[in-house]
């Protein structure tokens, strides 16, 4: 599971900031997703990736950025940060047979 | 797109019971349907998975079913243990090459010693 990292692992913020994600792997797989994670909600894909410079929206792209200029780095980031973006990100990696493996969570409070 | 629908949404048991989870989606070309663990506080972690070509796959205590003409595929435990208390998440893709995961809202499981 070291093969996933995620940093930081907690953050709090203030409304309007800017905040970005980061996640790593050391795995070289080709994708790499994003996901918020609420009660009542479960997981919902945000964005992801099918390779570096390949990226696409998903189920609740809008307030949040991704690039992926590498093939190990995927960050996500919070333009300006909103309550409603309180939440806790999950990155995942996966290859062509559809599996994903997670890394250990982003915990984000935006006050 | 894809809709899962995940029941029941919270279960209790004693320890040494079965548990079953039930899953239904919407979209007849999902062809892969995985199941994933969330201890509190952890990341969820695949435990097991079918694929449409399967009807049933076995790992020890953990089974799932695949009903491709209802469109609905369950999480069976056996021998329930106090450690399998957990939030089980189910999800489903579709079509040739890669898809994205649409995932149910979770169940969580509670095992009694």
């Known amino acids: 599971d070291a093969g996933i990292t995620q940093s930081p692992r907690y953050k709090i913020t203030e409304t309007g900031r800017q905040v970005t994600l980061m996640c790593h792997q050391t795995?070289?797989?080709?994708?790499m997703f994003w996901y918020r994670q609420d009660l009542g909600h479960g997981l919902r894909l945000i964005y992801y990736s099918a390779a570096a410079d390949i990226t696409d929206k998903g189920e609740v792209p809008d307030g949040y950025v991704v690039s992926r200029s590498k093939t190990e780095n995927f960050p996500l980031t919070l333009e300006s940060a909103t309550r409603s973006q309180t939440s806790v990100y999950f990155c995942?990696?996966?290859?062509?047979?559809?599996?994903?493996?997670f890394g250990p969570g982003t915990r984000l409070t935006v006050l | 797109g894809e809709n899962v629908e995940q029941h029941p949404s919270t279960l209790s048991v004693q320890e040494g019971d079965s548990a079953v989870i039930k899953c239904t989606y919407s979209?007849?070309?999902?062809?892969?349907f995985p199941w994933y663990k969330q201890e509190l506080g952890k990341r969820p972690q695949l435990i097991i998975d079918i694929r449409s070509n399967v009807g049933e796959k076995k790992d020890q205590r953990i089974a799932v079913t695949l009903n491709k003409t209802a469109k609905h595929f369950s999480l069976h435990i056996t021998e329930t243990q106090p450690e399998d208390s957990a939030v089980y998440f189910c999800?489903?893709?579709?079509?040739?090459?890669?898809?994205?995961?649409?995932f149910g809202k979770g169940t969580m499981l509670l095992v009694s010693p």
């Open positions: 979209d007849s070309a999902s062809n892969y």
């Open positions: 995942a990696t996966g290859q062509g047979n559809n599996e994903q493996f």
């Open positions: 999800a489903a893709s579709k079509g040739s090459g890669y898809s994205t995961l649409t």
């Open positions: 795995w070289s797989h080709s994708y």
